[in-house]
């Protein structure tokens, strides 16, 4: 399999020599019908969503199921090795969204931000947390132990060795994550 990327959503059904690829056309899509289902493209239905500042609101409902999805299909296919790392990240975005970021020191200093639970060497992503503000019944949920808690869910008694930076570093998650790792070996000891 091999990844092409153009500059421009519009290059791919360039018809200039050098920079032409068969492929959109070979599929029989026209650039204006690509254009109009690109404008109409829905992931989820959007009279089922709860209004802000009601319960049950969720400002990423309309891709969760896609975020989980991908974070699903992360993990049962790729087992990482044990040196991972959490890392912030931030998506460059300008748009109309309630919890999009300024930070300062950052390349990018607008967009959304992203906690990635990833291994250390290669970089794969293995655990996605996005940041969409506070949440009105849970005051912790963007705290550094709740973000490090719910990254590493999946490997807490696996051996996994975790590298934080100081944000999310402290004695309680330590505490905790060491607390996970020797509750689950006394689980089996005991099995």
């Not at 991908?70 to 087992?79: A, R």
Request: proline residues 6%.
């Amino acid at each position: 399999m091999i990844l092409l990327l153009k500059s421009s959503l519009r290059d791919y059904w360039c018809l200039h020599p050098i920079i032409h690829t068969p492929y959109a056309a070979s599929v029989g899509m026209s650039w204006d019908r690509f254009l109009v289902l690109l404008t109409v493209f829905h992931l989820h239905n959007s009279d089922a969503k709860a209004a802000r500042g009601q319960p049950g609101y969720d400002p990423l409902f309309k891709i969760q199921p896609v975020i989980d999805t991908l974070i699903t299909k992360f993990q049962d296919v790729y087992t990482p090795e044990e040196q991972l790392t959490i890392n912030e990240a931030i998506c460059p975005f300008q748009g109309p969204i309630c919890f999009c970021v300024y930070i300062k020191g950052k390349p990018h200093k607008y967009g959304i931000q992203m906690f990635e639970l990833c291994e250390a060497k290669r970089g794969c992503v293995y655990s996605l947390d996005i940041c969409t503000g506070a949440h009105p019944n849970n005051s912790e949920h963007n705290t550094a132990f709740s973000v490090v808690d719910r990254l590493c869910d999946k490997i807490k008694g696996k051996g996994r060795c975790v590298y934080m930076d100081r944000w999310c570093a402290s004695p309680k998650i330590f505490d905790h994550l060491w607390g996970c790792r020797h509750s689950d070996v006394q689980q089996k000891r005991n099995a």
